[in-house]
């Protein structure tokens, strides 16, 4: 089992802890600390740093997400893996927290059904997903939906 890197604040970690070969800091909930970047590379680093059954639920979503949308755009901005759409913007992310693992639908109050969790941006919607909690064939609709409407687009300009 592979051992739980301290999390940013903790004693022994250091922002330099993924250059020391340590890999990469768990900032609070156990999110891992993944520099941004475009494409697959770091979007299955964030995977492999996210910790216990958590991790195993990001191979999945991203399998998921991958054969729903075959052509899709990755990234990894703000710590959290991004899907998207070239040229038609974002439409999927997902979070890790202390207990679950938030998947956000960024156009979500479009679905059908609507994922339950909303909050100050009319449009986003979003599923906090537990440990064995994934239901694959709501989250592939859910997946197959998003990416048919036009995303966001924030993140085209950085």
Do not use: C
């Not at 999945?60 to 759409?85: E, F, M």
């Not at 992310?93 to 941006?121: C, I, M, Q, W």
């Amino acid at each position: 089992m592979p051992s739980q890197q301290p999390r940013k604040g903790e004693k022994g970690a250091t922002d330099a802890a993924s250059d020391a070969g340590v890999g990469p800091v768990l900032l609070s909930g156990g999110n891992p600390q993944i520099p941004k970047g475009d494409g697959d590379p770091p979007v299955q680093s964030y995977i492999a740093a996210m910790p216990g059954w958590k991790q195993d639920l990001g191979r999945r979503l991203d399998d998921l997400i991958v054969g729903a949308v075959p052509h899709v755009r990755k990234a990894v901005r703000r710590n959290s893996p991004w899907y998207g759409i070239e040229g038609e913007g974002w439409f999927v992310s997902y979070h890790v927290f202390a207990r679950y693992v938030k998947v956000t639908f960024l156009n979500g109050a479009f679905l059908h059904p609507v994922p339950p969790g909303s909050g100050k941006d009319r449009d986003a919607r979003w599923v906090d997903i537990h440990e064995g909690e994934l239901d694959e064939a709501q989250m592939t609709e859910w997946v197959r939906q998003a990416s048919a409407i036009p995303g966001w687009r924030g993140f085209d300009r950085l």
